[in-house]
């Protein structure tokens, strides 16, 4: 039980048995790409630097000779404690019945040669075998689902601290990407605040542009008054200056003359009329 909760805690990390150890359970293939660094007591990371797996050659064959990884669960056996990978060994070569020929064999040349000795007490090993059978028929199952009960609760508070430190990180793993999400719209904010500069300064140039033309628009209409008063004022100015020298050059008696034949006119007009 505690082996199995070592394998599932994932509390320690152990280098891989050698090459020439003796296979004692299944094994299941394993595939590295890349020889990477790996705590092994005596094997020191100098200087924090990555460490080349000494378990790991550059010849080494992991697909063929795949590294041996103990089972979190027991293997299948036959009767309560033979292994089921015994049988499949002799099928290749005996076929089904190989095993159990075997298995008869050897206990008849064990009782033969009275290797294996027949004695009084004999009947309680097979009463002890039968307790055994019917203890492990009514109380197996409850047992075993209790102790993994147990085995999962321990190493789930194990793994507690584990789990809430990943459970923070993803956390903050998603905050992150949050913020870089909202980061992304200051692309939008900056080009909306261009926007609105480059309308305020357009703003700003129109109202310039309207007031340098209001401004030259008044100094126009100044220049044409200027203009039109001189003219106004030298056409008076030329009217006087006839009338006055017309008037000097006229006599008293050319002015009666030009009396009388006003007057003639006048009456010659309102005898017409």
């Known amino acids: 039980m505690l082996s199995r909760l070592a394998l599932r805690s994932e509390l320690f990390r152990v280098a891989p048995l050698c090459a020439n150890a003796v296979r004692t359970t299944q094994t299941k293939p394993t595939v590295a790409t890349t020889n990477e660094s790996i ?16 378990y790991d050659g550059p010849e ?42 075997l298995a008869a064999g050897v206990t008849t040349y064990l009782l033969s040669k009275e290797i294996w000795v027949v004695e009084h007490e004999f009947p309680y090993v097979l009463a002890t075998i039968g307790l055994f059978y019917v203890g492990w028929k009514k109380f197996g199952t ?33 905050n992150q990407k949050t913020e870089i999400w909202r980061t992304e719209a200051q692309k939008h904010v900056i080009q909306a605040k261009r926007e609105n500069v480059a309308l305020q300064l357009e703003a700003i140039y ?32 030329m009217v006087n200056w006839i009338i006055e020298n017309v008037l000097k050059s006229l006599t008293n008696e050319q002015e009666k003359q030009s009396f009388k034949k006003c007057m003639s006119d006048l009456q010659a007009l309102a005898a017409k009329a």
């Open 39 to 54: 705590i092994v007591p005596g094997f020191p990371k100098p200087n924090g630097q990555p460490q080349p797996n000494p």
């Open 60 to 101: 080494r064959d992991l697909v063929n000779f795949p590294r041996m990884v103990r089972l979190e669960e027991p293997a299948k056996t036959r009767y309560l404690f033979v292994p089921e990978e015994w049988f499949e060994v002799f099928y290749k070569k005996t076929g089904v019945t190989g095993p159990y020929v």
């Open 142 to 174: 409850s047992l075993a689902a209790f102790l993994d009960k147990e085995i999962d609760e321990y190493e789930a508070s194990c793994n507690a601290g584990r789990k809430s430190e990943i459970d923070g990180l993803k956390q903050t793993i998603e």
């Open 206 to 237: 129109r109202e310039r542009a309207l007031q340098a033309y209001n401004q030259v628009k008044r100094r126009l209409d100044y220049q044409l008054d200027l203009a039109n008063l001189t003219r106004t004022v030298q056409q008076r100015h």
